[in-house]
């Protein structure tokens, strides 16, 4: 729970099934399961009495009774004609399959608390963590996500306290399975969104959600889970923070977890957690495509300070799915042969700033990934003891020529002696002159 006591909501569990009603008595919810969203406490699915239609129900704080009716007037300018996605593809897509419909902000006579209620008959995310793999993850989730978030951030918004709860999908079948298209999932959590105001004003903000969003993001997250390490190190929250923490949660949804799910609560364990994944011998997910770590390499040169441009992240995700098959497996297995081709594509092109960091990088990784195990190399040093161009591999021509014209040295019959003691050398008395005075004589008895 918040230390503020305006960012307090109820995190006990109600009896179910319940019916809750709104101040005015006017509608009425029935509320028929849960889903624990730790450590935010519960989110519940149940019906609308009035109309008879599946609705998602929140209990939130005073500050998120505030933020969720800011973004519910916000969402209702964004019509189909005025809003678009601008996706990094060039693509538009409407908005209306973004966000869940915001049905209702009200007081809660029963519980005594603010909640909000969202309409469409969805499951959460949460249900498919574990359960998708690499090629549908991209394709279903983390591209809508992209592109959400930019829409998002270009209208003056911070998603600010992320996670996988956060999404929503609409069901495919009797399955329960989500349809690999991005607009079947939705986003929400509105009560934690900031807004900030943009370089060129375009739109005037409350003073009062201009002080509660600078709050938000100067204080400490929520959930170390899924926050960016920068947030973790007490840096502001920004719009980037979002983009690491999208990726966090695309890390869970395929892999099942996350290196840090078992301590959450642990700032020291998760932080250091975090720091390891930025390290190319980082390993902790083996069945996972070691490029996808290239992705916090981008995000971290992100300007804090601006709207990000996405077009590099969405580029270097593009390039990994293109490799991987329709069952989520890389076609070409052979990472040393993708980290060689991209040192030798950037050492071919022009340079920039991030270039020569970037040979670097893939170096390393190379490096470490043609690291062989110690009894591997002592057998490999004992061979080249017996025969010193058995393993040498060498990629200069120069050097080459050497070694051809030195194994035709030691090859060649002339240069092989019956003995192998080399012979002594001789003075030239024909040619050499010899001071006969300096000669002794030693007579043999």
Not at 260 to 268: G, H, K, L, R
Not at 368 to 390: A, D, F
Not at 421 to 429: G, H, I, L, N
């Amino acid at each position: 729970m918040a230390s503020n006591t305006n960012e307090c909501f109820l995190e006990e569990q109600l009896l179910l099934p319940q019916n809750i009603s709104n101040e005015c008595h006017t509608n009425k919810f029935m509320i028929k399961e849960s889903i624990k969203d730790s450590p935010f406490g519960y989110i519940y699915k149940g019906s609308e009495f009035n109309q008879k239609r599946d609705i998602i129900l929140k209990f939130i704080s005073k500050n998120g009774y505030l933020m969720a009716r800011e973004i519910s007037q916000l969402i209702s300018t964004w019509n189909d004609d005025k809003a678009k996605i601008s996706s990094p593809a060039g693509n538009a897509k409407p908005n209306k399959n973004m966000f869940l419909d915001i049905l209702e902000v009200q007081w809660n006579n029963e519980a005594k608390n603010c909640f909000m209620v969202m309409g469409k008959k969805l499951n959460n995310l949460v249900d498919l963590v574990g359960k998708v793999s690499k090629y549908d993850g991209w394709k279903g989730f983390y591209y809508f996500g992209l592109k959400t978030l930019a829409y998002l951030h270009q209208q003056g918004v911070i998603v600010n306290n992320l996670k996988t709860t956060s999404f929503w999908y609409a069901p495919s079948g009797d399955k329960g399975s989500y349809e690999n298209e991005y607009d079947k999932v939705f986003i929400a959590d509105y009560e934690f969104w900031c807004r900030f105001e943009d370089e060129n004003k375009t739109c005037v903000l409350d003073p009062q959600i201009l002080e509660l969003s600078k709050q938000r993001l100067n204080s400490r997250p929520l959930s170390l889970t899924y926050c960016s390490l920068s947030r973790q190190k007490g840096e502001p929250g920004c719009a980037k923070s979002d983009y690491e923490s999208l990726f966090y949660v695309y890390l869970e949804l395929i892999n099942g977890k996350l290196p840090w799910s078992t301590f959450p609560n642990n700032e020291v364990l998760v932080r250091n957690g975090k720091t390891a994944m930025r390290t190319p011998s980082y390993r902790e997910f083996g069945n996972l495509d070691t490029r996808l770590y290239d992705i916090l390499y981008i995000i971290d040169r992100m300007s804090p300070h601006k709207v990000p441009n996405i077009s590099k992240l969405y580029n270097k995700f593009v390039g990994i799915v293109k490799t991987v098959s329709i069952q989520g497996q890389p076609q070409n297995a052979d990472e040393n042969n993708y980290f060689m081709v991209k040192v030798n594509a950037i050492k071919a092109s022009k340079f920039t700033k991030e270039e020569p960091l970037l040979i670097d990088y893939y170096g390393k990784q190379n490096e470490i990934l043609k690291k062989k195990p110690r009894c591997v190399q002592l057998e490999e040093k004992k061979s080249r003891l017996k025969n010193p161009y058995e393993h040498e591999v060498i990629n200069d021509p120069f050097e080459e020529k050497l070694k051809i014209l030195n194994n035709r040295r030691i090859n060649d019959l002339k240069n092989v002696y019956i003995n192998r003691e080399k012979p002594k050398s001789r003075p030239d008395v024909s040619t050499t002159d010899i001071d006969t005075n300096l000669l002794q004589t030693k007579t043999i008895g």
